[in-house]
Nanobody, 115 residues
């Protein structure tokens, strides 16, 4: 079974920064397009950033210019640098693949932005 371990969340004031990490195993990480998702209370999970196996990135409009996704294939790890955080960024953040059927989610990491 795929293992996904997200970390780096916490409480931060609006305008601050956090860097999330996600370590994976049991997938062929280097050829897998990966993404960061988030789910705020009472809302559906949404994809906020993705990175292809070749390093091409895409962002949701709500985070464009503030978040940066990156990956280290040698470490099977994907990162999300989050700057200029806003209260509306408060959510549980998850990483996962962005193509195909997703059958497993990690526990996620909680990001709370105080205004």
């Amino acid at each position: 079974q795929v293992q996904l371990e997200e970390s780096g969340g916490g409480l931060v004031q609006a305008g601050g920064s956090l860097r999330l990490s996600c370590t994976t195993s049991r997938i062929i990480f280097s050829i897998t397009d990966m993404g960061w998702y988030r789910q705020a209370a009472g809302k559906q999970r949404e994809l906020v950033a993705s990175i292809s196996s070749g390093g091409n990135t895409n962002y949701a409009d709500s985070v464009k210019g503030r978040f940066t996704i990156s990956r280290d294939n040698a470490k099977n790890t994907v990162y999300l640098q989050m700057n200029i955080l806003k209260a509306e960024d408060t959510a549980v953040y998850y990483c996962n693949k962005v193509r195909g059927v997703i059958t497993y989610w990690g526990e996620g990491t909680l990001v709370t932005v105080s205004s």
